[in-house]
């Protein structure tokens, strides 16, 4: 049973680029989560898709989009790169009733 | 205010010790909760679910006081391999809902 996938794990960017990062959830999940984790702190709750809309919005600027598409995967972009967008981005699926599983995660550094 | 907070520690415990950690959530709203552990480097895992009457799963027993918005997660006979950072989460509304983690509390067992 494939868990949650995302690509890629590692990717270089420079300031002012944009990037887009994918999400496979786990089978059986509709419900994708995107998460900012920096280094020494908790994951960061970025937003949540559903039914392909965005359901719920953490604190985090337009410069962050999304989408779901209708096999529930995902993509999380990011326009005009600063360097306080390095972090380690976490997807997590999960049912409608929540209980997540994460992926791996991308390690994002912007130089 | 953090809507999560956690005690960030570190928390240097030997083998055989009993640790507890505690973590306050700001949102009355906040509908369900958990702990999470999350290893170096790694992706956060599903520890346990935290349920009012309190529950227990093995050397893990976590407590929830809805009227103090309060949760603890104690672990008794401290191993080397439980050397990791504990996550509260809280899930806020029903529904739709919102995950927020915390910032996580730092443990290393020690032989």
């Known amino acids: 049973d494939a868990g949650v996938t995302q690509s890629p794990t590692h990717l270089i960017k420079t300031r002012g680029q944009q990037v887009t990062l994918r999400c496979s959830p786990k089978s059986g999940h509709d419900t994708v989560s995107w998460y900012q984790q920096a280094l020494g702190q908790g994951p960061q709750f970025i937003f949540q898709?559903?039914?392909?809309?965005?359901?719920q919005r953490g604190n985090f600027p337009d410069r962050f989009s999304g989408h779901q598409f209708p096999n529930y995967s995902s993509e999380l972009n990011v326009n005009a790169l600063l360097l306080g967008d390095s972090a380690l981005y976490l997807c997590a699926s999960s049912p409608r009733t929540g209980g997540y599983t994460f992926g791996s995660g991308t390690r994002l550094t912007v130089v | 205010r953090k809507e999560v907070e956690q005690d960030p520690g570190p928390f240097n415990v030997p083998e055989g010790a009993t640790v507890a950690f505690n973590c306050t959530y700001s949102n009355s709203a906040s509908q369900s909760f958990f702990w999470y552990r999350q290893d170096c480097r790694k992706e956060p895992k599903l520890l346990m679910s935290v349920y009012s009457s309190g529950n227990e799963d093995g050397r893990f027993t976590a407590q929830l006081n809805r009227a103090s918005q309060y949760i603890s997660l104690l672990i008794r006979d401290s191993k080397l391999s439980d050397s990791a950072t504990y996550l509260c989460?809280?899930?806020?509304?029903?529904?739709?809902?919102?995950?927020?983690f915390g910032a996580g509390t730092r443990l290393f067992v020690k032989a």
């Open positions: 989460v809280v899930n806020i509304g029903a529904g739709g809902f919102k995950t927020i």
């Open positions: 898709y559903y039914e392909e809309e965005e359901r």
